[in-house]
């Protein structure tokens, strides 16, 4: 489908298209919601679109579906952001970059939670482990959504020439755009992929298991351990291996030259 059919589907069927995205990529799907907010708004220029009634299909929509990671993350605990962060492209920062957002803004992280690659699929069951209030919640979901889309939906009303003019010439090179947009997506997509496996594989390979692990502790040797589990896994699960150390990863740096010092080290996070 061209550029040009694919405004028009999108001029005639907005409020059932955008909702639609916005969904996909708050479970993590990374379908072009953006581009096409931006699209509505230089449509909604020239009077094609109403922009209050595609925000108000994409607030139900949102808290709607969000609503139910809340209830999902307030029943189930940690383990469900686990799950939804292996969604992720990243999925080892994943937890901990949620966590340091969180921390750090408290339920007020889902006003930008929407701007965030990531973040938009984890607050809300996020949220919910940490038990704010439903009316509470809504309240910073509501605004966070209409923000975002607001703003990408104003920012295609005030360019609307802009992007038409971006539109046009696209259209001219449509064909090897679109090939040229999936090579780098697959590309990206992949280096991350091998990147993670090799990761995991010297993890492999430096493991040690835990009866070993035991025999040795129990022989009296001087071995340091480190837990590396982030607050939540550490709330989720409160128990740790007997003499060990809980520290977060942006301190391993800070404690370098103690473990340089140390016969051998042990790092465990799960």
């Keep these: 489908m061209g550029l040009a059919e694919s405004l028009k589907l999108l001029e005639q069927y907005s409020v059932v298209i955008l909702p639609a995205l916005v969904v996909a990529e708050q479970v993590g799907i990374p379908l072009p919601a953006v581009p096409a907010l931006l699209a509505v708004g230089a449509l909604a220029a020239s009077g094609r679109v109403s922009i209050p009634l595609v925000l108000g299909a994409i607030a139900v929509v949102a808290l709607t579906v969000d609503l139910g990671w809340y209830e999902l993350g307030r029943r189930r605990g940690v383990g469900v952001l686990a799950r939804l962060c292996r969604l992720s492209v990243e999925p080892d920062s994943c937890v901990r970059r949620t966590e340091h957002v969180f921390a750090r803004y408290g339920v007020r992280g889902m006003l930008i939670a929407k701007f965030v690659p990531g973040l938009t699929t984890v607050m809300p069951p996020l949220a919910g482990i940490f038990a704010v209030g ?107 291996i007997p003499g060990s150390r809980w520290m977060t990863t942006d301190e391993i740096d800070e404690h370098q030259s103690e473990f340089l010092r140390s016969r051998e080290l042990v790092l465990y996070c799960s």
């Design 134 to 240: 439903r009316l509470r919640f809504a309240f910073y979901e509501l605004i966070g959504v209409l923000l975002w889309a607001g703003i990408w939906m104003g920012l295609g009303y005030a360019f609307t020439d802009a992007i038409s003019l971006i539109v046009a010439r696209l259209e001219r090179l449509e064909r090897t755009l679109g090939l040229v947009v999936v090579a780098a997506l697959m590309g990206y997509v992949l280096v991350k992929y091998v990147r993670r496996r090799l990761f995991l594989r010297a993890l492999r390979i430096a493991r040690i298991s835990p009866e070993t692990l035991k025999s040795r502790l129990d022989a009296g040797e001087d071995i340091t351990i480190i837990d590396l589990r982030t607050r939540l896994d550490v709330a989720a699960t409160p128990y740790a």
